[in-house]
């Protein structure tokens, strides 16, 4: 081994130290960068050769510039999005459902509900009293318009959930397609450079907010492409898988229709229903796995539709109770009339509630045409505020009052946006702590890229004096030779 080789090795080392400095560099430069893993240089010797029977070192190469990458992390990371993606969209959709029952901070359904049955009990001690006719007429039309308000509040709620569908799924789709556009750049670089780190911390992170938005597994392949597949529990066991990432290939969603129907067609088109609301078993009803999209379409079609049915029902209710016994009494029109309806009909829901009456003379307090000043009628309708009723929603039944039977659903709503906030603050917790730990792996700190800077720094300046001692001792080799 001669000088000439001496030189050679420290021209490699200039060359690989010089690649190690940008590698710090680059790591340094996107510190803040979402998604970045750290890259590191991964060196070794250079095969020796022989000199004079004994082998020796021709220098150091690089091995392969390494990101850091924990695969069980990431996938960790996938699994905590999409639970904190379902449990936010749904707590963000309860928070604004939940004034409309905040029986505390506004005189809502409930007190004026109170309110009417108290105006009847205030009739009956001056039943001809136009003053206090007038009073249960307008508590009953403050009542109605709080039925209305509810009813309204809920519909434009679903509707709100209804019109974010579309946006969600075009989201969705266009991360789909990314995706496996990253993976065909992946494949093809790596066939021919051997190192795409950045591309696929971008593809990973791309996955990790896919994962937000609908729930996604994903399988690594040898050849540097990830697939993407959901699952379709609706159907076996066992259930179905439907890729919509298969390497370079991509499959999508697609929503149609009022209300829209969500399909799932896989990279060889294959589709999924089962998230057709119209379907026997639409799956993500029950399914929490889904991120944001699940939690938007269980909202449109079940919770807000079930705490409308409550309303609907007392509203029914109410009005058939009142109606019935306000018919069997005598107004003070002349001639007296019984047999009149307070509401508007029967089987009526909270958005088309409306009074019947349309002067203080045709309320019906007297229970007889010979006393038409008498109180009895208006009595047993003060007395409805507490008559225990059977409610029925759905498959459930409810026996109460009207009072109870609101403040259940009240009490309901206020339950299920504690339980959301409870959950989303686990799911919050839980998801910071994973990306603190991959921060602590995968994440750049600058302390230890500046301590591998001077490292390298120190390395590449020892390669240069190799190269001046070398340059040096060639000179002198040449004046002997003069």
Request: charge should be negative.
């Amino acid at each position: 081994m001669g000088l000439g080789a001496a030189m050679e090795i420290g021209k490699a080392g200039l060359k690989i130290y010089q690649v190690a400095t940008e590698v710090i560099s680059e790591n340094i430069a996107n510190v803040n960068t979402p998604g970045y893993s750290r890259q590191r240089v991964i060196l070794e010797s250079a095969p020796p050769t022989t000199h004079n029977g004994f082998p020796l070192g021709t220098g150091v190469k690089i091995a392969t510039v390494e990101r850091y990458y924990d695969a069980l992390l990431q996938k960790q990371l996938v699994s905590a999005g999409t639970n904190l993606g379902y449990d936010s969209k749904k707590l963000n959709v309860l928070k604004q459902i939940e004034p409309v029952f905040n029986e505390v901070a506004l005189d809502g359904l409930g007190a004026s509900i109170t309110n009417f049955f108290d105006s009847w009990q205030d009739l009956t001690t001056n039943p001809s009293g136009t003053a206090e006719r007038q009073v249960v007429l307008s508590k009953a039309q403050i009542m109605i318009d709080q039925f209305r308000y509810i009813d309204r509040t809920l519909k434009d709620a679903i509707a709100a959930q209804e019109e974010s569908v579309v946006p969600v799924v075009n989201d969705i789709n266009r991360m789909v397609e990314d995706i496996a556009k990253w993976n065909n750049q992946i494949y093809t670089t790596e066939l021919v450079y051997g190192n795409a780190n950045e591309m696929r911390d971008q593809r990973d992170y791309l996955i990790r907010q896919l994962a937000e938005q609908i729930g996604v597994k994903f399988t690594e392949n040898s050849d540097g492409t990830t697939d993407v597949y959901m699952t379709d529990n609706s159907v076996g066991p066992p259930a179905v898988d439907y890729y919509l990432v298969k390497g370079a290939q991509y499959g999508s969603l697609n929503a149609a229709g009022t209300p829209a129907v969500v399909t799932a067609t896989d990279y060889l088109g294959n589709t999924s229903s089962a998230l057709d609301p119209t379907s026997a078993n639409p799956f993500y009803t029950s399914d929490t796995s889904g991120g944001a999209l699940w939690a938007t379409l269980k909202m449109r079609d079940v919770t807000i539709n079930n705490y409308l049915g409550y309303v609907n029902e007392l509203a029914n209710q109410l009005v058939t109770e009142v109606n019935t016994q306000h018919q069997a009494g005598f107004d003070l029109r002349n001639p007296q009339q019984t047999g009149v309806d307070f509401f508007v009909g029967t089987g009526t829901d909270a958005g088309s509630i409306a009074l019947n009456l349309s002067s203080p003379d045709q309320i019906a307090a007297a229970d007889t045409a010979a006393a038409p000043g008498n109180n009895v009628n208006a009595l047993k309708l003060a007395q409805l505020a507490n008559k225990s009723i059977t409610f029925t929603v759905g498959t459930s039944t409810f026996n109460g009052t009207f009072s109870t039977f609101y403040g259940s659903l009240v009490a309901q709503v206020g339950l299920d946006v504690q339980s959301a906030q409870t959950v989303v603050t686990q799911d919050a917790a839980f998801l910071k702590q994973l990306n603190t730990l991959r921060e602590s792996s995968s994440g750049v700190s600058l302390d230890e890229e500046l301590a591998s800077l001077i490292q390298y720094q120190r390395a590449y300046q020892a390669s240069a004096k190799l190269i001046t001692t070398v340059g040096e001792m060639l000179d002198t080799l040449m004046n002997m030779v003069r």
